[in-house]
């Protein structure tokens, strides 16, 4: 098989998989907003995000360690066994060691960051999550980096219907409201370590060994403030939210985020295909340069025309899908759509840090930058235009946190990858998906038409322009199809 149609056969397992699982979880938005208050979503929408932030310090970003140093010993089979046990067992034993500290510190570091949820039930059960998700993790990263992304792709399904089957029976069967879901959550986290210890710790070499270690820690410590800087562009605005609002907020716009995160998983579920294409790629760059850049453009308008269309129909969405107390949540969708898109513009640039070891280090200045700037903006842009203003803020920051890894990374790996026409192209999507807020006044199948009319006439447009693309990939998609 092709790379490039590895490549598109990795992508599509890994965002089929993923927009699946999202797509499953907005068919049952209407049931959760019916049967979960603003307030007992806003507890879940205030702990989620917190056990994002603290599993950062879990795996300490040696996720991204797994995934480099594959390449350099995928020839090896003994020092790749090796180095994976020696990023498990550390993990295993920072996880116990972080959570005996959490427990006994939880009046000063967690009470003050969840303000308004008891620790009992509620951040217990996150920290029950969090102990055991990150050797699951980490195996799903082994997976990634061999490209085996069919299993990856069955594992995550396997997870998502867990937790899916255990928040039906809680929140809706038992009605336990914010309690079930989080339940259902440290469940499946749990019932996931024990097969990943059954499945995965057998064939590695279970053991800390130092030089491995320090090799890996040397390559994913200087990653932890980048990492830190993504959760708090993607989830701080909840926290400020909640801060500045109470609960109902945060959970009002986490239901519009929810919508505009599909873009968010596109990217990520493309980008986990592409991080092991590229590095193969850039072996040899002067022959493969061109076909790099031409792959990260189209990517880039599909990510656009994707985004425009989430955007357009957010208001029609949630008079479908979620109830009046949540409605207004649909305002959030075009700005927070297209900071995923950015974002999904980013990796493009920090992929090559990624695979230049001596770059690994500046990744952080241009995420931490944002996320600095995200956190100043929500507390600028929140107390005026609420919900409004966290999502502007993430819009703001994203833009920003890409142009300076796109500068950092032109000193260090460049690739001649165009960020002007890019940034044009996201721009004229973005301006297109404004119209949402023009479109309005019209009876709801009379703006189903009008919206449908404006992405039909924008797909025409797209397939002028990359006509000759656009033929390439049906070729090659129908070839991947053949050889299945």
């Not at 990023?87 to 116990?96: A, D």
């Not at 409605?327 to 898109?341: A, C, D, H, Q, R």
């Given at each position: 098989m092709s790379s490039k149609r590895n490549l598109l056969k990795n992508s599509g397992i890994y965002s089929i998989v993923q927009i699946l699982q999202k797509a499953i979880g907005l068919f049952l938005l209407p049931v959760y907003t019916n049967l979960l208050s603003p307030n007992d979503k806003g507890i879940t929408d205030v702990v989620q995000p917190l056990v994002a932030f603290l599993s950062i310090f879990y795996t300490l970003s040696l996720?991204?360690?797994?995934?480099?140093?594959?390449?350099?010993?995928?020839?090896?089979?003994?020092?790749?066994?090796?180095?994976?046990?020696?990023?498990?067992?550390?993990?295993?034993?920072?996880?116990?060691?972080?959570?005996?500290?959490?427990?006994?510190?939880?009046?000063?570091i967690l009470l003050p960051l969840a303000k308004g949820v008891n620790?009992?039930?509620?951040?217990?059960?996150?920290?029950?999550?969090?102990?055991?998700?990150?050797?699951?993790?980490?195996?799903?990263?082994?997976?990634?980096?061999?490209?085996?992304?069919?299993?990856?792709?069955?594992?995550?399904?396997?997870?998502?219907?867990?937790?899916?089957?255990?928040?039906?029976?809680f929140v809706v069967g038992l009605r336990i409201g914010a309690l079930g879901v989080l339940l259902a959550l440290a469940i499946t986290d749990t019932i996931f370590f024990i097969y990943t210890m059954i499945k995965f710790i057998p064939s590695?070499?279970?053991?800390?060994?130092?030089?491995?270690?320090?090799?890996?820690?040397?390559?994913?410590?200087?990653?932890?403030?980048?990492?830190?800087?993504?959760?708090?562009?993607?989830?701080?605005?909840?926290?400020?939210?909640?801060?500045y609002e109470g609960l109902s907020s945060p959970a009002i716009y986490s239901t519009g985020s929810q919508f505009a995160n599909i873009i968010n998983v596109i990217t990520v579920a493309v980008n986990q295909a592409y991080v092991p294409w590229f590095f193969n790629?850039?072996?040899?760059?002067?022959?493969?340069?061109?076909?790099?850049?031409?792959?990260?453009?189209?990517?880039?308008?599909?990510?656009?025309?994707?985004?425009?269309?989430?955007?357009?129909?957010?208001?029609?969405?949630?008079?479908?899908?979620?109830?009046?107390?949540?409605?207004?949540?649909?305002?959030?969708?075009?700005?927070?759509?297209?900071?995923?898109?950015?974002?999904?513009?980013?990796?493009?640039?920090?992929?090559?840090?990624?695979?230049n070891k001596k770059g690994v280090k500046f990744i952080a200045l241009g995420t931490f930058t944002g996320a600095i700037l995200n956190s100043l903006l929500n507390m600028l842009f929140i107390p005026k235009y609420s919900m409004m203003g966290a999502s502007l803020a993430s819009l703001i920051s994203m833009i920003i946190s890409c142009l300076l890894v796109y500068f950092i990374s032109k000193k260090i790996e460049p690739i001649k990858l165009s960020i002007v026409k890019l940034f044009l192209i996201s721009g004229v999507f973005l301006i297109v998906s404004m119209l949402?807020?023009?479109?309005?006044?019209?009876?709801?199948?009379?703006?189903v038409l009008i919206k449908s009319g404006i992405v039909l006439v924008i797909l025409l447009i797209l397939m002028i322009i990359y006509r000759n693309e656009f033929k390439k990939y049906i070729i090659l998609i129908k070839g991947s199809i053949k050889n299945r």
């Open positions: 996720n991204s360690a797994i995934v480099r140093f594959y390449v350099d010993y995928k020839e090896n089979d003994k020092k790749l066994k090796e180095f994976w046990g020696t990023c498990i067992s550390f993990i295993i034993l920072n996880s116990l060691v972080l959570t005996i500290l959490l427990i006994i510190f939880k009046d000063i620790f009992y039930p509620y951040i217990i059960l996150g920290l029950i999550s969090i102990t055991f998700n990150p050797i699951y993790t980490i195996f799903q990263s082994t997976l990634q980096a061999r490209e085996q992304s069919t299993t990856y792709g069955l594992n995550n399904l396997l997870y998502f219907i867990t937790n899916l089957g255990l928040n039906i029976l590695i070499t279970l053991k800390i060994k130092k030089s491995y270690l320090v090799q890996a820690m040397k390559y994913s410590l200087p990653l932890l403030p980048h990492t830190l800087s993504g959760w708090a562009v993607s989830m701080i605005d909840r926290l400020f939210l909640n801060g790629k850039m072996k040899d760059k002067e022959k493969n340069e061109e076909e790099i850049v031409k792959t990260a453009e189209y990517i880039v308008v599909i990510y656009c025309f994707l985004a425009m269309g989430m955007s357009l129909f957010g208001p029609e969405i949630f008079k479908i899908m979620a109830s009046e107390a949540y409605y207004e949540g649909w305002k959030v969708i075009p700005m927070l759509s297209f900071s995923f898109v950015f974002n999904g513009i980013y990796y493009f640039y920090v992929n090559p840090l990624f695979y949402s807020f023009v479109i309005i006044g019209f009876s709801f199948w009379k703006s």
